[in-house]
């Protein structure tokens, strides 16, 4: 399986940045893509931002132009620089990566436990 840290969440005001990180580790033979979802209060999770491992890269509308992924490969983390944020970017933010065990295995998922991510207006 494949455990994901993620790290860089807190406290911001409004048009300020962040920078998150997600770092896997554990047996798989290849993680095909990571990304990063976010979860409001009351609301259900939907996706920010996704990595493939060849990095190619896509976002919400809502903050396409405004935050930008990246991985390092080599470290098997990515992260999310976050610039002019707003209050309604307020959440968890889950990192989620799909990865596969064997070269003939099924593709599978593993999410992290999230980074709580505020800003203040």
């Known amino acids: 399986q494949v455990q994901l840290v993620e790290s860089g969440g807190g406290l911001v005001q409004t048009g300020g940045s962040l920078r998150l990180s997600c770092a896997a580790s554990g047996n798989f033979f290849k993680i095909n893509a990571m990304g990063w979802y976010r979860q409001a209060p009351g609301q259900q999770r939907e996706l920010v931002a996704t990595?493939?491992?060849?990095?190619?890269?896509n976002y919400a509308d809502s903050v396409r132009g405004r935050f930008t992924i990246s991985n390092d490969n080599a470290k098997s983390t990515i992260y999310l620089q976050m610039t002019s944020l707003k209050p309604e970017d307020t959440a968890v933010y889950y990192c989620?990566?799909?990865?596969?065990?064997?070269?003939?295995?099924?593709?599978?998922?593993?999410w992290g436990q999230g980074t709580q991510v505020t800003v203040s207006s």
């Open positions: 989620k990566a799909d990865f596969r065990l064997t070269p003939w295995g099924t593709n599978l998922n593993s």
């Open positions: 990595i493939t491992s060849g990095g190619t890269s």
